[in-house]
């Protein structure tokens, strides 16, 4: 089942900011909608967003599956901002393909999408250097028109 490759490649990237202190939180963002309830929005990273959230609380099942999962809050303000899946359960391994394990609530950050080194184009996961770090904030050039929400 390689088809959700292809749409993976696709995504925009999207920067993501806390909704209550606007700090970055990652600048690798995808947007997900979780299979099993579509009604949650979901974004999501595959890099380690260590910078700007800290685990809270204790670790918990979702009622859906097996995976075992730890709240995230952000630095700066404190409120949970999404969760990290600490110990993927075999399902979810299987098809989470994509090596996203850091999820953010949609109630609690919002997405910038990114744009390409042309700096017209939206910056897609297929064209995403493999080897980017997550520290680039500080050149990322963010205008009010790239707001998605
Ligand atoms: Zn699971
Ligand atoms: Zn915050």
């Given amino acids: 089942m390689s088809t959700s490759n292809y749409s993976f490649k696709n995504r925009c990237v999207s920067i993501l900011c ?4 606007k700090q970055v939180l990652s600048s690798r963002g995808m947007k997900a909608v979780l299979l099993a309830d579509t009604e949650i929005d979901l974004y ?3 890099i380690p967003p260590t910078t700007a959230v800290d685990f809270i609380g204790t670790c918990y099942f979702t009622e ?7 709240d995230i809050a952000c ?6 901002v999404g969760y990290h899946v600490i110990v993927p359960c075999k399902p979810c391994l299987l098809s989470c393909n994509n090596g996203h394990f850091w999820m953010f ?7 910038i999408n ?3 080194s042309t700096g017209v184009n939206l910056l897609l996961w ?7 770090e997550s520290t ?5 050039d963010i205008s009010e028109e790239e707001y998605i929400r």
């Fill in 18 to 21: 806390c909704k209550f202190c």
């Fill in 44 to 46: 999501s990273t595959d």
């Fill in 64 to 70: 859906i599956c097996q995976c075992k999962l730890k």
């Fill in 75 to 80: 630095l700066r303000c404190g409120n949970i």
């Fill in 105 to 111: 609530h949609s109630q609690a950050v919002f997405g």
């Fill in 114 to 116: 990114r744009l390409d």
């Fill in 126 to 132: 297929g064209n995403l250097p493999e080897a980017e």
């Fill in 136 to 140: 680039d904030e500080d050149t990322l």
